[in-house]
């Protein structure tokens, strides 16, 4: 394998740090770019003691530092963005010019210095689409542009029409990556995850609080088979200008998911069912299922998922715990 220098956007995020130390692991060389709004400097410690490791703080929004940065690369990954249903409920503006001016910008750098691109996109594309197992062909149904909830969803498919276009028209080499939920250590709680926030109620001992009915669906990947799926995309020549599902096909009821929390960490919490419009505003909309069809990626790459969901229980459940005990021996 030729040793590349990539620029990772969202770097010190969740699965951009994961990615970033499996670069630097097989001898490429990484740059980040993030202004760590939700991104953490502990989540690149490994990386830090790297020399072929760079952390540049700043925003995507800032062209001259991308126009710099991609300039400086062979190979970019976007993952940049505000993330979460919380946070785009709550910060409406703010998201959408991230993730659409944002990618906007990194995209047109690519283009210019005409890097291989991977563009991050997300589950959230197929909206109230609840048939399962979703293909990458499937249709989105959204609500109206009214519901803060779907802007993200938006943005996103903005991104993915942009790279699309500039692959088809302009010959950009790109690969869009429509992740489901990805969970795994260094995943913040703060901004509304479903699984590290659960655990870190039942290790508190507080009720874990479930919207809806709680029989919503979804499928959990582990962070660390999503990271190689990314790996092998960027690799793969028959990748480039394709559209690929990434997640794992193993599907839990939100509320089992809460029930599995409670007896893998022996907490004696409950469960609270709390209405939607309580947790997200009134006229807040969700979807029943959300299961991936991944025959695309693994036709082309043979990858599927390695780790189950007790396994990513596992390893959420231990990272909560040396936090926990961490803050402690702190006090
Ligand atoms: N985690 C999931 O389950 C999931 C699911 C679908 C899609 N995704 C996508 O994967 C990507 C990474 O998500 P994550 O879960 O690691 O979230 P994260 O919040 O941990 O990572 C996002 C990173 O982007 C950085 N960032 C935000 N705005 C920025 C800006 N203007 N300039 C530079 N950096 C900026 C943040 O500081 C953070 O480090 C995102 O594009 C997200 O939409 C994630």
Redesign the pocket.
């Known amino acids: 394998m030729r040793r590349r220098t990539v620029l990772v956007?969202?770097?010190?995020?969740?699965?951009?740090?994961h990615l970033v130390d499996r670069l630097l692991e097989r001898g490429d060389r990484v740059v980040v770019?993030?202004?760590?709004?939700?991104?953490?400097l502990s989540?690149l410690e490994r990386a830090s003691t790297n020399p072929n490791f760079h952390l540049v703080q700043?925003?995507?929004?800032d062209e001259l530092v991308v126009d710099e940065l991609v300039h400086r690369c062979e190979t970019v990954v976007?993952?940049?963005?505000?993330?979460?249903v919380k946070l785009i409920v709550e910060q409406p503006l703010k998201s959408l010019t991230?993730?659409i001016r944002?990618s906007e910008i990194v995209i047109e750098a690519a283009h210019r210095y005409r890097r291989k691109i991977m563009v991050?996109?997300?589950?959230?594309i197929y909206g109230k689409n609840s048939r399962g197992p979703l293909t990458e062909n499937s249709d989105r149904i959204l609500g109206s542009p009214a519901v803060v909830r779907w802007a993200?969803s938006t943005a996103?498919a903005v991104d993915e029409l942009l790279a699309n276009a500039y692959h088809r028209e302009r010959a950009l080499p790109t690969v869009v990556i429509?992740?489901?939920?990805?969970?795994g250590p260094?995943?913040?709680p703060a901004?509304g995850?479903v699984v590290p926030r659960l655990v870190r109620q039942a290790l508190r001992g507080e009720p874990l609080t479930v919207f809806g009915d709680g029989n919503q669906t979804r499928c959990f990947a582990h962070v660390s088979d999503v990271v190689t799926a990314l790996t092998t995309l960027l690799d793969a020549e028959a990748a480039v200008g394709e559209t690929f599902n990434v997640g794992s096909p193993e599907e839990i009821s939100i509320r089992d998911l809460a029930e599995r929390i409670i007896s893998a960490t022996g907490s004696d919490s409950a469960v609270r069912l709390v209405p939607y419009d309580a947790a997200y505003g009134a006229g807040f909309e969700d979807m029943e299922r959300r299961v991936p069809d991944i025959a695309k990626l693994h036709t082309l790459t043979g990858w599927a998922p390695t780790r189950g969901l007790d396994q990513i229980l596992r390893d959420t459940i231990a990272e909560a715990r040396a936090e926990a005990s961490s803050q402690l021996s702190a006090a």
Do not use: C, P, W
């Open positions: 956007t969202g770097g010190a995020g969740f699965i951009g740090s770019l993030d202004n760590l709004s939700t991104g953490q989540n700043g925003s995507v929004l976007h993952l940049a963005a505000a993330v979460g991230t993730n944002g991050a996109s997300t589950s959230e993200y996103k429509r992740l489901f939920n990805v969970v260094r995943q913040s901004y995850m």
